[in-house]
């Protein structure tokens, strides 16, 4: 499923089996989400927003992604500190692949109005920050393709790493992410030099 934003009380967790990494619930809307429909209708499926998800990189770490699908949030509750920053409808696609046990990778594209990587980051980074289980995380400033981006790296109690980067679309409000679990950094590069590329 693709990365939506979740509570900072599953974090950890989620990130620990990438190919649950930030989406493993059901969505809000579920079977029955119609992304034809305006909010306050929200979920996600695959197929539910093609464009989106014809923007993703067709493989993921060197092989196809296990998942891809996308969806729309509208409610406080999915949306987080970007609720709290005016935002009321972000949506959504990810391709997701899962390389381990406790390692993979999702990437994902973003979109909405006054979406920017900082803010996208900050989802992220509140999450960390209250999550019971990280023992330590950092943010820090990087590039991805020439363009201005942003880090954050989790390591949890249990020794699991998780990297996080933020960087800007080609268009006003879309927001690419690389939620990463147990990659290392030589890897989170590599795949970043990739995507910058494209």
């Known amino acids: 499923m693709a990365p939506r934003p979740?509570?900072?009380?599953?974090?950890?967790?989620?990130?620990?089996?990438?190919?649950?990494?930030?989406?493993?619930a059901p969505s809000a809307g579920g079977a029955t989400f119609d992304p034809s429909t305006p909010c306050p209708a929200e979920g996600q499926q695959a197929g539910a927003y093609p464009d989106l998800e014809a923007l993703l990189p067709g493989d993921l770490d060197g092989a196809p992604p296990d998942k891809v699908d996308s969806g729309?949030?509208?409610?406080?509750?999915?949306?987080?500190t970007l609720a709290e920053r005016g935002l009321d409808e972000v949506r959504?696609?990810?391709?997701?692949?899962?390389?381990?046990?406790?390692?993979?990778?999702?990437?994902?594209?973003?979109?909405?109005?006054?979406l920017d990587p900082g803010l996208m980051l900050e989802f992220y980074e509140t999450g960390a920050r209250e999550a019971r289980r990280t023992e330590?995380?950092?943010?820090?400033?990087?590039?991805?393709?020439?363009?201005p981006a942003r880090r954050l790296d989790v390591l949890g109690s249990d020794g699991t790493?998780?990297?996080v980067v933020t960087w800007p679309g080609d268009?006003?409000?879309?927001?690419?992410?690389?939620?990463?679990?147990?990659l290392g950094d030589t890897r989170v590069a590599e795949i970043l030099d990739t995507l910058g590329n494209r």
């Open 6 to 24: 979740v509570t900072s009380r599953r974090w950890i967790g989620l990130l620990a089996v990438c190919a649950l990494l930030a989406a493993c």
């Open 72 to 80: 729309r949030n509208c409610s406080p509750e999915r949306l987080g």
């Open 92 to 114: 959504f696609a990810g391709a997701t692949r899962k390389t381990g046990a406790t390692s993979g990778l999702t990437v994902a594209v973003f979109q909405g109005e006054g």
């Open 136 to 147: 330590k995380y950092v943010t820090s400033d990087t590039t991805v393709g020439g363009r």
């Open 161 to 163: 790493g998780q990297t």
């Open 171 to 182: 268009e006003q409000g879309t927001v690419w992410v690389l939620l990463g679990a147990d």
